[in-house]
């Protein structure tokens, strides 16, 4: 398990440039079809293993790239807690490349640094580095620059 390292509010300048890694994270293809599901993209690549394993460049199912971006909070959770923080929320992204597919039961992990920390009022605005390694490549699976705002 991924040592979570706290760090409080007033003292994340301190960490600018250490990276954290999470555990490893499984993406099922149950998980895949709840998402196809609640999204409402059915795309064969996502969902059809048979038509999948005969058509697709990849040869299997693969993730949605918005699935494996929504599991940034759960993967940076095991990572960093920022304490003194009542609330943080998205804020946005500076980037986001979809560098190579997420096979299905195939796991990643995250490999995240911040970049810079900007005050705002009552908090913090957070830039993260971020790539989403990816068990099935030899590439990352996403590479990005997210921003979070983290409120006292």
Known sequence: ?????????????????TSFLSDWFTISQDQINLFAESTKDLQWIHIDKEKSLKESPFKDTVAHGFLTLSMLVHLIEQTIEITGAKMGVNYGFEKIRFVSP????????????INKVEDIENGIKIFWDVIVENSSSGKPAIVAQWITLKYR
């Open 102 to 113: 997420v096979l299905s039961n195939s796991k990643i992990r995250l490999n995240v640094n």
């Open 1 to 17: 398990m991924a040592d979570t390292k706290k760090i409080d509010i007033n003292n994340i300048e301190n960490i600018i440039g």
